[in-house]
């Protein structure tokens, strides 16, 4: 457990490449399922992608499968996303601690790191 911290944000045309990233300030591998969720004004966070703590599973929603990938190396977690849509434009937020039956998050969120893309 510790705090998140997501970079990697920024604008990028339609069918750009943006990777993000989130690190954990705790100084130890905590054996937890994490993942990325996003949110549009006025709308709820949805959820993106998640990564099981051996980063031997993943998990995505259907709007970016085969255009966003996971992954995790110790405490950071990576989200590459290639050929993005302006429906993307989102902030995006890691979460230490997702439930992926239900894909309901866990408390420990970072700030959110601002994607937007133009068409």
């Known amino acids: 457990q510790g705090q998140l911290a997501e970079s990697g944000g920024g604008l990028v045309q339609a069918g750009g490449s943006l990777r993000l990233s989130c690190t954990d300030s705790?100084?130890?591998?905590?054996?937890?399922?994490r993942g990325w969720f996003r949110q549009t004004s006025g709308k709820e966070r949805e959820f993106v992608a998640a990564?099981?703590?051996?980063?031997?599973t993943t998990y995505y929603s259907d709007s970016v499968k085969g255009r966003f990938t996971i992954s995790r190396d110790d405490n950071t977690v990576y989200l590459q996303m290639n050929s993005l849509k302006p429906s993307d434009t989102a902030l995006y937020f890691c979460?230490?601690?997702?439930?992926?039956?239900?894909?309901?998050?866990?408390?420990?969120w970072g700030q959110g790191t601002q994607v937007t893309v133009s068409s």
């Open positions: 979460n230490a601690d997702v439930n992926v039956v239900t894909r309901v998050a866990g408390t420990y």
């Open positions: 705790a100084r130890y591998f905590s054996p937890t399922t």
């Open positions: 990564i099981d703590w051996l980063g031997t």
